[in-house]
């Protein structure tokens, strides 16, 4: 076996869905002893509505537990919501606490205002994880480069985030979309580009890399367009996707998606693969399944129940019909995500 990237990989898959074949992955990912989350952006914002999990705690509850003193003392600035994602994720290993920032939201200044109402110190940000090249994904990225502030900061990306990209109208047109930053825009900053499974975090995190697309329902975007050689062409794969994986000790994966544009199943599925584990504690994000048919709809929704995650909370693009199927299928383990949602997964005693 090799090892690029510290990750030990037999064979990687080829790009073609036609032709793919799920490599055997075997993946040193460290279990973890909690796992924090913090939805730093998203679509919605819900400050009254009661969370009743014990994992979950909105902004209102947790900050006056964790957040600063001087926070804690004045009346809180309720964070916004735009389309756009960001989580931020502090993983704890062996006494050691490791913060990593999962995408950058749409707006320049969204997740930074919104870390800044929270009492977040986004400069003990260690690792930037971008999960593909669409802007409401890293339309904050150079601002919360320049709060973080460190020399040699991690950035990591795909190849194809750099390509310029746009979408299909019916009309025919097509709508460019804004472009990815440039190395010199991201300085001090430093981009890591790596298509392969990526462990960060002192291996207590995993950049799944590219998703094999195997299931037979889940078709990616027609009306994605890349420009190639001054022509526009089908960008429906959108081979840049992809999903962060925790293991919490003794309580299986944690799977955050950004858009899930490999699919939430394939997501999954590659993750368990991945990693050797099946057991399913959490699936976060968004899936991707506005403007789906009901069809694809149903048989994701299908699949995620079948898996018997104790929580999932789709957010961002998801769409609202899927994420009601969700809440009606699954309503034990449905969460409506949140500006502001703190999820802690505490490991068990072995």
Request: hydrophobic share 40%; aromatic share 8%.
């Amino acid at each position: 076996m090799m090892n690029i990237e510290g990750v030990h990989y037999l064979k990687h898959y080829p790009k073609s869905p036609k032709r793919q074949k799920l490599s055997e992955y075997a993946v040193g990912l460290r279990a973890v002893d909690r796992l924090e989350v913090v939805s730093l952006m998203d679509n919605s914002a819900d400050f009254t509505s009661d969370i009743d999990r014990e994992e979950v705690q909105s902004v209102r509850k947790w900050v006056k537990k964790f957040g600063s003193a001087d926070l804690t003392e004045r009346k809180l600035a309720l964070p916004f919501a735009e389309h756009g994602f960001s989580m931020l994720v502090r993983v704890f290993h062996n006494g050691v606490a490791i913060t990593i920032l999962f995408d950058a939201g749409i707006s320049v200044d969204g997740v930074v205002d919104n870390a800044e109402r929270m009492g977040i110190d986004l400069s003990k940000v260690e690792a930037i994880a971008l999960s593909h090249g669409h802007y409401d994904h890293f339309g904050g990225l150079l601002k919360v480069i320049e709060k973080v502030n460190k020399s040699d900061l991690p950035v990591f990306v795909h190849e194809d985030m750099f390509k310029v990209r746009g979408v299909a109208s019916s009309d025919g047109s097509i709508r460019k979309l804004p472009v990815f930053p440039t190395e010199r825009q991201v300085k001090p900053a430093l981009f890591v580009r790596t298509k392969k499974p990526q462990l960060i975090a002192n291996d207590t995190v995993l950049v799944t890399g590219e998703i094999p697309r195997t299931s037979e329902f889940e078709k990616g975007l027609p009306k994605q367009r890349v420009l190639v050689d001054g022509t526009w062409h089908p960008d429906t794969w959108v081979w840049d996707d992809r999903a962060l994986v925790v293991n919490v000790r003794n309580k299986g994966l944690v799977i955050l998606s950004g858009c899930a544009h490999a699919g939430i199943v394939n997501t999954v599925a590659y993750a368990q693969k991945l990693i050797g584990i099946s057991r399913i504690q959490a699936i976060l994000g968004g899936f991707h399944l506005v403007g789906a048919t009901i069809d694809t709809v149903m048989k994701t929704v299908e699949h995620i129940d079948s898996l018997k995650p104790i929580l999932v909370a789709p957010s961002h693009c998801t769409g609202w019909r899927a994420a009601f199927s969700i809440a009606k299928s699954m309503p034990g383990s449905f969460v409506w995500n949140s500006v502001g949602n703190l999820y802690t997964f505490q490991s068990n005693p072995a």
